[in-house]
């Protein structure tokens, strides 16, 4: 059987652990400051994930990831993507 109506699957993200989220951009709920997500401390013990992310003028938010929420289309145009290496 082929889904042909479904063109493009989504990253698997793990709320639990934190797992899929590195490189996605998210809103931090309070300040709503958008930047892409760094790195990723893993759910250990009841304990909830941690998330860094990295705002556009270079300073880092963390918290756990219930701190953050996905942005929205509008929001991910905000951040630039970065330049490229190329020489």
Not at 22 to 37: F, K, N, S, Y
Not at 54 to 73: H, I, P, Q, V, Y
Request: glycine share 10%; net charge positive.
């Amino acid at each position: 059987m082929r889904f042909c109506h479904v063109p493009y699957m989504g990253k698997a993200k793990i709320a639990a652990t934190g797992e899929g989220y590195l490189g996605e951009t998210m809103v931090h709920r309070l300040t709503h400051a958008v930047g892409i997500v760094e790195s990723v401390t893993e759910a250990k013990a009841g304990w909830q994930p941690e998330i860094t992310l990295k705002l556009a003028d270079g300073t880092f938010k963390k918290g756990r990831l219930s701190d953050f929420r996905e942005a929205s289309n509008n929001e991910r145009k905000k951040i630039s993507p970065a330049p490229s290496a190329e020489t």
